[in-house]
């Protein structure tokens, strides 16, 4: 359910969104306007998540019904982020310059309309004139004006209405504050017709005043604050009680380091830019998809709404219990001490379509030889002294003697369990979670038993992923290595190949 203001282009693109047959049909439903009563129906199996500001969140949090029926509620709200220059980025710096222009670009990106905007800019007192003077140099060449002009860097805020709060919690900041700049041109357009602001400059007089800490103007608004040291920029970002994301400027790493662990605990997200990282950074307001993003406190204590940590809100989990046999049956992955199925002989000569979690080999055994650990130690150049010296590997508290490499082990697992022949399977793309468990020494005995452990299909690929769990065991029935392997497994149904259609 967008805002009011910004129905219009939602629903544009919700539209275009479901005219591309990109979800299927009745997964996504807009509501423009009022929610009427649609809260009042929300049971224990619904999610509600919200991104605004902190008050609505609030107000929607302690609505009766989320509240009676514990509704799980999500939320990204609206809160005082904060950009830090370390006092080792001084002007002059890559640092320095990299603070300036995203303080600038938050500022102005959709004129500051965002959860995410700057909204606090903290610098050290002796770098504060240097920092005012390049953002108001910024600021100054700021075009305000009409989006459709090309030469236009930032347009209106979402409405009248939006303009009159902005203008409103700026009159409450200059209780504290002063303005550096509000004095942007306007560009082709009726500044009082339109929702036009200018990007709007402040300055701290008292760095610790209540109300620059709690006022938020959403809006192309920032405050800047001076610090004296680590300790009260630490100090300083956490009276904004609880932010999405900050970030550190600093080409110290100690400074880095010492900022980042002391304000972790109050944002979702720390961005640590330096000149390394500077032309590759994704930017203060734009998070990875595998982030957490979100935040305590004022921020609402929730997290990520995109991508693919987002999705995960939708999904309820659950603990089952159960015999291995059930579980594989329940969960569709193999359990360790699940019956193993060979009745349809070896796995690798099965179609994707045609294999079943639980599918399995047992091969035939190889017993390994001191000959076998010398010619790959000689293959590899791996001459570490546990396989090449018996008196140093007993000297070894873990080892009884010389003893096989490891990687000796996996290989000839594969030797074992590979089927030679042309087949549906195509490619082995890796292996997880490997260990060793048990010293392979010469004379012991070892075979594998492989197990299908789980399939993934890739649709319209002509192949999936099967993963299978191998078990390297030698003559005793003790295990001395464990792992998945990772292979790609031809489809035998056309419909699922590329150039199905």
């Known amino acids: 359910k967008p805002a009011s203001q910004t129905a219009f282009l939602t629903e544009a693109m919700v539209r275009q969104i479901m005219a591309s047959g990109l979800l299927p049909?009745?997964?996504l439903q807009l509501v423009c306007g009022s929610a009427g009563d649609l809260l009042d129906h929300l049971t224990g199996q619904d999610v509600v998540a919200f991104t605004g500001s902190a008050s609505t969140a609030r107000k929607l949090k302690t609505h009766p019904t989320i509240v009676q029926n514990a509704v799980r509620f999500n939320t990204e709200a609206d809160s005082l982020n904060a950009a830090?220059?370390?006092?080792?980025?001084?002007?002059?710096?890559?640092?320095?310059?990299?603070?300036?222009?995203?303080?600038?670009?938050?500022?102005?990106?959709?004129?500051?309309?965002?959860?995410?905007?700057?909204?606090r800019v903290l610098v050290p007192e002796n770098a504060a004139d240097a920092a005012t003077e390049a953002l108001v140099h910024a600021l100054s060449e700021v075009r305000v004006g009409d989006p459709a002009d090309s030469e236009t860097k930032m347009g209106a805020l979402a409405s009248l209405e939006q303009r009159d709060e902005v203008q409103r919690a700026i009159a409450k900041l200059q209780t504290a504050a002063v303005p550096v700049f509000n004095t942007a041109e306007f560009i082709?357009?009726?500044?009082?017709?339109?929702?036009?602001?200018?990007?709007?400059?402040?300055?701290?007089?008292?760095?610790?005043a209540a109300v620059?800490?709690?006022?938020?103007?959403?809006?192309p608004v920032s405050t800047m604050l001076t610090y004296s040291g680590i300790d009260d920029a630490i100090a300083l970002a956490a009276m904004g009680e609880g932010s999405l994301v900050a970030s550190i400027y600093a080409p110290?790493?100690?400074?880095?380091?010492?900022?980042?662990?002391?304000?972790?605990?109050?944002?979702?997200?720390?961005?640590?830019?330096?000149?390394?990282?500077?032309?590759t950074t994704t930017g203060h307001g734009s998070?990875?998809?595998?982030?957490?993003?979100?935040?305590?406190?004022?921020?609402g204590g929730g997290e990520e709404m995109g991508g693919i940590r987002g999705v995960m809100h939708y999904m309820q989990r659950t603990?089952?219990?159960?015999?291995?046999?059930?579980?594989?049956?329940?969960?569709?992955?193999?359990?360790?001490?699940?019956?193993?199925?060979?009745?349809?002989?070896?796995?690798?000569?099965?179609?994707?379509?045609?294999l079943d979690v639980g599918d399995s080999v047992e091969t035939a055994e190889r017993t390994v030889t001191l000959e076998d650990i010398e010619a790959f130690a000689r293959l590899t150049g791996d001459t570490f002294y546990a396989h090449m010296d018996d008196e140093a590997a007993k000297a070894n508290p873990i080892f009884d003697g010389r003893v096989a490499h490891g990687y000796f082990v996996v290989g000839a697992a594969a030797g074992l369990f590979v089927w030679p022949d042309p087949g549906p399977v195509l490619a082995n793309y890796g292996l997880e979670r490997l260990r060793f468990a048990e010293p392979t020494y010469p004379g012991d005995t070892l075979k594998v038993l492989l197990t299908c452990k789980q399939k993934t299909l890739r649709r319209g690929m002509g192949y999936g992923e099967v993963a299978w769990d191998t078990q390297v065991v030698n003559q005793d029935g003790t295990v001395v290595a464990a792992y998945d392997v990772l292979t790609l497994v031809e489809t035998?149904?056309?419909a699922n190949r590329p150039d199905a259609g």
Do not use: W
């Open 287 to 299: 998070p990875l998809p595998h982030l957490v993003h979100g935040g305590p406190g004022r921020a």
């Open 188 to 208: 082709g357009v009726d500044a009082e017709a339109g929702a036009f602001c200018s990007p709007t400059l402040l300055r701290a007089e008292d760095a610790t």
């Open 84 to 119: 830090i220059l370390a006092p080792s980025a001084a002007p002059g710096t890559a640092e320095f310059d990299l603070f300036v222009g995203e303080v600038v670009n938050e500022m102005t990106s959709k004129a500051g309309q965002k959860c995410t905007a700057i909204r």
């Open 492 to 494: 035998r149904d056309p």
């Open 25 to 27: 049909l009745g997964a």
């Open 212 to 219: 620059i800490h709690t006022t938020e103007a959403f809006g």
């Open 319 to 354: 603990a089952v219990q159960g015999s291995p046999d059930k579980l594989t049956a329940i969960t569709g992955r193999y359990m360790p001490g699940a019956s193993r199925k060979t009745e349809k002989g070896h796995p690798f000569k099965l179609f994707f379509e045609d």
């Open 252 to 279: 110290d790493t100690d400074e880095a380091r010492d900022l980042t662990l002391g304000i972790a605990s109050h944002h979702g997200r720390v961005h640590v830019v330096d000149e390394t990282s500077g032309a």
